[in-house]
């Protein structure tokens, strides 16, 4: 049976649109808006939240700012992406890996169908070693960053591949008000260490951060043994009319894992919650970039080259296919990425009706000298599954207009079209299992044209409603795309399609409720033609079924006094493979719920109140585990905590991350694999838990 928008949903969500314009109508004016609605529409504070009234193009997009950012404990840098409204940030491997991101009814893995940008520079890569649209952040410093922008949903022209579950944009600081000095201690060897200033250069500011940080880990059989630098150098000053800046970020990581691990190794007592049962497995990466942007009052420009590369060790089945030597296998990316995007704004007015016209054009070239995947014993080659040059590249325009028709009434459409260009050598004439691999060569291409719009209904100051819908896609591996053998074992394989599309839309209101108080509610669905992968763990494709996810989300922020705020999250997600298969429609790490809440204090040292801090709780609901939802994940709830006083220039914080110290799982497998000693393989539970309490304290200087 067809099931309709809101079947998952029931009836209190059309009663709460219907409610909402009540209720705001009874707070608010019901006063005009001018014709400049994106100029005048009432803003009410809330710190770090910017209530987006009269400027967004649909009701789940944000933007938060710094303030939010500073106050809020990390375990992970990646869980800055934890700020977009029902995204959970988790690992199930070692700390120099790309996080595990879930939103919307995603299991992201690593980033596919979320697009993220640092300075205009993607974040994703694409034909990655170990997953498609692989984003790693560890390179992002959390003080530096200025603001975050995100959307969910692929309603933006100026955003394509892997943005149809949303995107984020984040921007770096370019100026700082006072240099500062921090060193922050833990347990289990928690070791880092910053500095960060600007100083006057020419007619210009130049910027540095550097951080370095060590790490051993809680793990009993194995010390991450982190050593990670990141240092950024930004210089900016007008030019030209404009505001010109030239940034170059470099990154270095090395690491061990503590991967996830079979259930019934620990109810065995064979390891205990912390132990693993690969000692040997890790990683070491590292990324340099030279970006430039110039942006002037109706010209915007960006440019980059990003040099990547990565060597990562794993082992999730043990000895599973190869009894002797174990199944760690290594996966290799070593690229440089190269692109840029140029946008231009103009206003002209229509028969008396005011518009605003975006024309734009963005390239990328990947030049991927290697992307491989070996057999390995403790790190030691044994040979080789399959090793390839890719050269992908991407071409991209677009255009929209918003139109003004009144004072209330705007619409947005936009166009976008879409080239790209796949070429695959490999590198191995034959691979370990004597399969010619020579069959995978070749290239392919393919384009795609996409629309995209809203209507956006401001009934008053206080009140802004939204419908979004549009096409969006995401690319496939460069490899899936050619393939014609399994490196496996020979057998033939069919090759996917280059570009997979999808088709979302959401129906949503935003307001103020009270004095202080922001909120939005959303009800949404995304459809995609299909969730094929290339599984880099195997270096073959996994095909799936076309899906549909459908939800409703509800934020929340409060701003109840001048030093207090507290903020509610929560998304709920139907997530089903629309083809019926005897397997079963779930769609497996499919989350169904999700909620953050956070209470945050905001003292005012030159008002005599030094202290600062932000309690924060994130539950992630039950999901399935595979596709008949016999076996499921369990959900889980972690608590963080921090806080900070400030002493004339001394800076003084503690952060107490895992409150509570559960031992819940960061996340959930369930598949087949076999331990040493095990005469046949098992299928089964395998999890990565959530690091246990740990205190960190911290002292910095002002300067």
Request: proline share 4%.
């Amino acid at each position: 049976m067809k099931r309709s928008l809101f079947s998952p949903l029931s009836l209190p969500v059309p009663l709460l649109f219907a409610c909402l314009p009540a209720l705001v109508t009874a707070h608010g004016s019901s006063g005009h808006i001018t014709s400049n609605t994106h100029q005048n529409m009432e803003s009410v504070h809330v710190i770090g939240r910017k209530p987006m009234m009269g400027e967004a193009i649909s009701a789940s997009e944000g933007y938060v700012g710094q303030e939010a950012i500073e106050v809020r404990p990390l375990l992970r840098t990646g869980e800055v992406l934890e700020l977009v409204p029902g995204m959970v940030v988790t690992q199930h491997s070692g700390s120099g890996k790309a996080n595990q991101y879930f939103l919307r009814g995603f299991n992201l893995d690593h980033g596919t169908d979320f697009a993220t940008f640092v300075d205009g520079m993607p974040v994703n890569m694409r034909s990655h070693g170990h997953g498609q649209g692989y984003t790693d952040l560890s390179f992002l410093i959390p003080e530096v960053i200025q603001s975050l922008e995100y959307q969910k949903g692929s309603y933006d022209v100026s955003v394509s591949d892997f943005s149809g579950a949303g995107s984020a944009a984040f921007t770096t600081v370019k100026q700082l008000d006072h240099g500062l000095a921090r060193l922050t201690l833990g347990q289990d060897a928690y070791q880092r260490g910053l500095v960060m200033d600007n100083v006057t250069a020419g007619q210009g500011k130049l910027l540095y951060a550097l951080e370095l940080n060590r790490y051993d880990g809680p793990w009993t059989d194995v010390s991450e043994d982190i050593e990670k630098t990141n240092l950024l150098l930004s210089f900016r000053q007008p030019l030209a009319g404009g505001d010109w800046s030239i940034s170059l970020m470099a990154y270095d990581n090395q690491w061990n894992s503590a991967d996830q691990i079979p259930e019934r190794a620990v109810d065995s007592g064979r390891i205990d919650e912390l132990g693993s049962l690969d000692n040997s497995v890790g990683g070491e990466s590292d990324r340099y970039s030279l970006n430039t942007q110039w942006q002037g009052d109706n010209l915007s420009l960006s440019a980059y080259a990003i040099r990547y590369h990565l060597n990562l060790w794993s082992n999730f089945t043990y000895f599973l296919d190869d009894f002797d030597n174990g199944d760690q296998f290594e996966q290799v990316d070593e690229r440089w990425i190269y692109g840029g995007q140029l946008e231009y704004r103009l206003q002209p007015e229509l028969a008396g009706i005011s518009t605003e016209t975006r024309i734009g054009v963005g390239y990328r070239l990947d030049d991927i000298a290697e992307v491989g995947l070996y057999h390995t014993k403790e790190r030691q080659r044994l040979g080789a599954v399959r090793s390839d040059e890719v050269t992908q590249q991407s071409l991209g325009l677009f255009a929209d207009t918003t139109v003004f028709w009144s004072e209330k009434f705007r619409t947005l459409l936009g166009v976008r079209y879409d080239y790209f260009d796949f070429e695959v050598d490999s590198r191995v004439e034959r691979n370990q299992n004597g399969v010619d691999l020579s069959a995978n060569d070749g290239s392919e291409s393919a384009n795609n044209l996409s629309l995209k719009g809203s209507l956006i209904y401001a009934a008053n100051q206080n009140l802004e409603t939204y419908f979004s819908i549009g096409q969006g896609l995401h690319s496939n591996d460069a490899r899936g795309t050619t393939i014609q053998v399994d490196p496996a074992d020979g057998s033939a394989v069919d090759a996917v399609d280059p570009l997979v599309d999808s088709l979302g839309y959401e129906l949503g209101v935003r307001g103020t409720l009270a004095d202080g108080l922001n909120a939005s509610l959303v009800v949404w669905q995304l459809d995609l033609d299909s969730e094929l992968l290339f599984v880099g763990d195997a270096g073959n494709t996994e095909a799936t079924r076309p899906s549909r996810r459908q939800g409703v989300e509800f934020t929340s922020y409060w701003q109840l006094t001048p030093t207090w705020q507290t903020d509610l999250e929560y998304a709920y997600t139907h997530a089903r493979f629309r083809n019926s298969s005897e397997d079963g429609d779930h769609i497996p790490g499919a989350p169904e719920s999700v909620a953050q809440a956070g209470l945050t204090y905001m003292g005012e040292t030159n008002a005599g109140n030094p202290w600062s801090g932000s309690l924060r709780a994130r539950y992630i609901g039950p999901r399935p585990l595979i596709e008949d939802n016999s076996e499921r994940a369990g959900s889980n709830l972690v608590v963080n905590a921090r806080t900070q006083l400030d002493v004339q220039n001394w800076q003084f914080g503690l952060e107490v991350l895992n409150l509570f110290d559960s031992d819940d799982h960061d996340i959930d497998y369930w598949y087949e694999s076999q331990m040493a000693g095990e005469s046949t393989p098992q299928e089964g539970l395998h999890y990565h838990p959530m690091e246990p309490r740990t205190v960190r304290v911290s002292a910095g200087v002002t300067f």
